[in-house]
């Protein structure tokens, strides 16, 4: 995982793939904004692509953020979604720290649920039904951002 801090201090986790561009140069990221009660935490994806499925993947009992992060890094979101249609573990035990057991629960939890909504070919969900999802995602982070706000005033 690579971290980067950004001007305001926020510490910003990402896919150490995220920052392969070079220094000074402008990069336009996808964010998604963990509130736990001892932390607010800030991922930042290059893609919507990737964000999504991270989203996907910490939805998984027992996959936290820095697991999802470490598949990100380990494979592209079109080698994770050929490995889960195909249910091939073999492709997910070689991302660090993912065992046979947790690699059988991706396969498992992640079938049909990647697939045209993340850019990739056919054996996913219609266009309409992704805008569909992408705006109930919205409203989703919208309603998450406004109950953290009300915590933190309230607190």
């Given at each position: ?46 893609t ?44 997910i ?20 649920k ?42």
């Amino acid at each position: 995982m690579a971290a980067a801090r950004l001007e305001r201090g926020v510490e910003l986790g990402s896919a150490s793939v995220c920052f392969s561009r070079s220094s000074g140069a402008e990069v336009r990221l996808f964010t998604h904004l963990v509130v736990r009660e001892d932390a607010h935490l800030l991922y930042g994806f290059a893609t919507e692509g990737e964000r999504q499925v991270f989203r996907q993947l910490i939805k998984i009992s027992g996959v936290g953020p820095r697991t999802a992060l470490s598949v990100l890094s380990g494979l592209s979101v079109n080698d994770l979604a050929q490995a889960v249609s195909t249910q091939e573990t073999g492709r997910i035990v070689k991302v660090p720290g993912i065992g046979k057991k947790t690699a059988e629960r991706l396969l498992l939890e992640l079938k049909g649920k990647l697939g045209v909504d993340l850019g990739l070919p056919a054996g996913g969900v219609a266009r309409s039904d992704a805008a569909q999802g992408e705006r109930m995602l919205i409203l989703i982070d919208i309603e998450r951002l406004m109950l953290s706000a009300d915590m933190a005033l309230a607190g």
